[in-house]
Each structure stands twice: as C-alpha cells, then as structure tokens.
C-alpha cells in the first residue's frame, strides 16, 4: 500500500515562538516546512532556524495596506506549498485577501475559551470578568477575527491569586499540547468540520493532547 505523503505544514509567528517549539518537538503528523513572521527578529524565526527550517520574513511595514502585505505572504508561503497554514503567535490582522487563500487549511492558537475573549489581553479581560474557568482554543480561520470552528479546547482553573502573568503560564502549557495535537488531527485527515463544528473521526493514535510534551 502506498502511504500518503506527509502534510507540509506552514507556521507564522511574530514573536516567542514557543508554540512552534512544541509543534516541533511533538509529531505532528506532518513537517514544518517553513516558518513566516511579519518580525525579521522574531524569536521564532532564530528557533526555525535551529531545527533546520525555511524561513520567511515579510515585513508589513513595507507596504501601503494590509490587503498587499498579504498577498506577498501569500505568494511567499505557496513558494513552500503548504497543505495546511497554522497562526502560532501572528500578531497581524488578516484580511479575506489571506484568509480566503487558505480557507479549510489555515488555524489559530487563541488564549481563551471562545467565543469568550477574542481580540487581545486575553487573560486580563477574562480575570476582570472573573471567570472561574479560562483556557485556550484551536481554531479554523474565518474573515470574522478570533472565530471559526473549534478544533479543539483546554481548559484551566482560575485561583484566587492569579494574575494575568500566572494565568498565561497555565494557559500556555495547555497550548502546548493541544495545538500539536489538533495539527495532527488535520495532518491525518481526522477532522470534519459541518457548520461551526468540527468532528473528529475515530482517532487511534492518542487518547488525549495530555500525550503531547
Ligand atoms: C500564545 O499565547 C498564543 O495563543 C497567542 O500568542 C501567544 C504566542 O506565544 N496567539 P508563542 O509565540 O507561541 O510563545
């Protein structure tokens, strides 16, 4: 039997990159193939480097509009022919001009529990409304920010004593491991997305994301 090939996974970032570190110290089902930030000095980019991977830097400051700075991504991240693009920390806005290039196969690492606290300062917001519970979400990119079917969820209890600083360092953890484990669920064909929901079909490999690392 022949085996398909494996994904090629595009990863965009704009700063620490610590998301992309966990894609690619977990298996992801596919290759990072190249990395791409807005930031030429984004960490992200230095760690891609490392691991012996492409990278791209498209600075937006050179262009007039979001609209053309997101065409030259575009044309920069088909040079790799990615079957799936996964935002991992990019702190651009994306306009329909990217977003429609990549529909059904571009992601997002958000930290809270959407629909609740889209946009920025997430974990400030969610301790000013003083939830009991918060976390972060994997998603599929629509043109609507921070919304798109739900790959997948984790959640994290809110103490007393926390502060945004406290809580993002939960929250991170768990980004950890669910964002590698939800590529892998789009790497080996394993999600059906039917409205705003997103199925997972019989999945062997791991019982939880708790196996990522
Ligand atoms: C993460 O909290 C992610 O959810 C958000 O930006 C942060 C990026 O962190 N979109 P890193 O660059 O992956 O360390």
């Known amino acids: 039997m022949v085996r398909p090939a494996r994904k090629r996974i595009a990863v965009l970032v704009s700063g620490r990159g610590s998301n992309l570190a966990a894609m690619l110290r977990n298996d992801c089902g596919g290759d990072v193939v190249v990395v791409g930030s807005n930031k030429a000095d984004a960490a992200g980019l230095e760690l891609a480097r490392d691991a012996g991977v492409a990278t791209i830097a498209v600075n937006h400051k050179d262009y007039a509009d979001r609209e053309s700075f997101d065409a030259a991504l575009v044309t920069a991240l088909n040079r790799y022919q990615p079957d799936l693009v996964v935002l991992a920390g990019f702190m651009r806005i994306l306009t329909p ?81 669910v964002l590698p484990y939800a590529v892998r669920l789009f790497c080996e064909g394993r999600l059906v997305v039917e409205g705003m929901r997103v199925r997972t079909r019989d999945c062997a490999f791991a019982p939880s994301p708790a196996q990522m690392r």
């Open 97 to 177: 001009v990217f977003v429609d290039a990549f529909a059904g196969r571009l992601m997002n690492i958000h930290p809270s529990l959407l629909p609740s606290f889209a946009g920025l300062d997430t974990h400030a917001r969610a301790l000013a409304a003083g939830v009991k519970l918060h976390g972060c979400t994997v998603h599929f990119v629509t043109n609507e920010l921070d919304h798109g079917p739900i790959i997948m969820q984790a959640a994290v209890q809110v103490d007393d004593d926390d502060t945004p600083e406290t809580l993002a360092t939960k929250v991170l953890v768990q980004e950890h491991q």
